[in-house]
Each structure stands twice: as structure tokens, then as C-alpha cells.
């Protein structure tokens, strides 16, 4: 009896995790979308801060130092300190704590920023990434 209750109950609780599995699958092209959709705005906001910030600090840096922060490595390296600058002031503010991964995650944001900075196309709204194929 005990027995038959127990199968009954996993076979119950395996068709209803695959059944949610499949629905999960079935609308996973939409949530993607949404996903991509609110990373590329992220991305795009991310890209325009850090351009008005470096873009005010740049004079400042080049009078003092002589060297251009918004080309090449500088650029890079720049937005990578300015990433992990913010994101740690976040966590500080939020009282989360921090930890090697939000640091990695800081780090890999203004990488990525740094690294997209000369692709971005600025004729057309928002991030142009890839091949323009016409």
C-alpha cells in the first residue's frame, strides 16, 4: 500500500516537473527575446554613462599624464576600473555583500563595454553588434 502511494507520487511529480519542463520550452524563444532585448538596453545605457563620464574625465587625464583614455588599451582598462568603481559602490550602497563573482562581473561588464566602444554605431539607435549585412 505504502508502496503503490510512493510510486504513484514520483511518476505524479516526474510528469509534472517534464510538463513544466515542456512549457518552459515552449515559451523560451519569447523570454529570450525579452532577455536580450533588456541586456542590449543595458548595454546601450552602460555605454552612453561611460562615455559621458570618461568623456569629462579624458581632458583631465590627458593635460595631467598625456595619455588618451577613450582609445585603444586606456580605453579598456578605463571603463573596467569605472565598471568595478560603480558596481562595488552599488553593492556598498545596497549593503549586498561583495565577493569575488560581483567583482568578476564588474570586471567582464566594462571589458565588454571597452571592447564594443568602437563598434557601436552611432547613425543608428542603440547597438549595432555583427555584420551589417545590406
Not at 505504502?2 to 504513484?8: F, P, Q, T
Not at 510528469?15 to 523570454?31: C, E, K, T, V
Not at 553593492?91 to 565577493?99: A, H
Request: with cysteine; glycine share 8%; proline share 2%.
Amino acid at each position: 500500500m505504502l508502496g503503490n502511494i510512493l510510486i504513484s507520487t514520483f511518476f505524479f511529480s516526474l510528469d509534472a516537473f517534464l510538463l513544466a519542463l515542456a512549457g518552459l520550452i515552449r515559451i523560451s524563444p519569447s523570454i529570450l527575446k525579452t532577455a536580450r532585448m533588456f541586456f542590449r538596453r543595458f548595454m546601450d545605457l552602460s555605454f552612453k554613462f561611460y562615455q559621458l563620464v570618461l568623456g569629462q574625465i579624458a581632458p583631465v587625464v590627458q593635460n595631467r599624464w598625456g595619455a588618451n583614455i577613450l582609445t585603444g588599451m586606456l580605453r579598456i582598462v578605463s571603463t573596467m576600473i569605472l565598471s568595478l568603481i560603480l558596481g562595488l559602490l552599488l553593492l556598498l550602497i545596497f549593503s549586498l555583500p561583495i565577493n569575488i563573482w560581483s567583482v568578476a562581473l564588474c570586471i567582464i561588464h566594462g571589458l565588454a563595454v571597452g571592447l564594443v566602444w568602437g563598434k557601436v554605431d552611432q547613425a543608428v539607435e542603440g547597438f549595432q553588434m555583427g555584420v551589417n549585412v545590406e
